[in-house]
């Protein structure tokens, strides 16, 4: 969830000066071809980089706009040496429009984004229709789209809106069980103490026959 908004602290700002131009991906592609996963809306990235982590296979991509986020995740995989992670710190849809073709991605993985629950807001939420078409365009063949969130509203919303999207296909009846491949994120610990429920989706791309 992408809520870092604060000021830069020391660490976080050396990074974005230093480290940015080696794992920008406008600037530094992947060197390999890999599977590509992507996290949008990364937050501080321990997720990431636990995927990274996970699957040193892969090339894997976050797209996170808040400079705060951004700085951080640079830390934590230069620390842990990987080298299948890049970083776009932008819009998701000017991402994905600019630096993404059709059927290029495996996994798309959007953990605990900003329900913006107040009714006025709902237009800010990331999960549009005309935004999951586009998720949907560059998916492969099979590939899955990951969603999990703790606000019941906002999961119900993303279902009906994930389900209205003609190349795609809900991988359950309604919600999933929880993908034990990712990492317990802060804001779903957060969500946990709060005693919320927490909300998985998966949905795959369709084949060309299907």
């Known amino acids: 969830m992408s809520t870092q908004r604060g000021r830069l602290t020391r660490a976080q700002r ?32 321990e997720a990431l980089e636990q995927w ?3 699957q040193p296979d892969w090339n894997l991509l976050g797209i996170e706009i808040y400079p705060s986020g951004v700085g951080a995740l640079l830390n934590r995989i230069a620390q842990a040496g990987t080298d299948n992670v890049r970083v ?7 991402v994905l429009e600019e630096q993404l073709a059709a059927g290029s991605v495996r996994e798309f993985r959007v953990l605990f984004p900003d329900p913006w629950p107040k ?80 909300f998985d989706l998966c949905f795959t791309r369709r084949s060309e026959t299907s």
Do not use: C
């Open 88 to 94: 776009a710190m932008d819009r998701a849809e000017v």
């Open 14 to 45: 050396r990074a974005l000066d230093t480290l940015l131009p080696a794992y920008e991906l406008g600037a530094h592609p992947f060197p390999r071809q890999a599977p590509l996963g992507i996290e949008i809306g990364f937050g501080m990235g």
């Open 119 to 198: 009714k006025r807001h709902h237009k800010r939420r990331l999960l549009q229709p005309a935004f999951i078409s586009m998720l949907a365009e560059r998916l492969e063949p099979g590939g899955a789209l990951y969603v999990a969130t703790d606000w019941a509203p906002y999961a119900e919303w993303a279902l009906e809106n994930l389900s209205a999207e003609p190349l795609l296909m809900n991988a359950s009846q309604g919600f999933s069980a929880r993908d034990d491949r990712r990492l317990v994120t802060k804001f779903e610990a957060r969500g946990q103490r709060l005693g919320h429920d927490i």
């Open 52 to 54: 990274a982590l996970a």
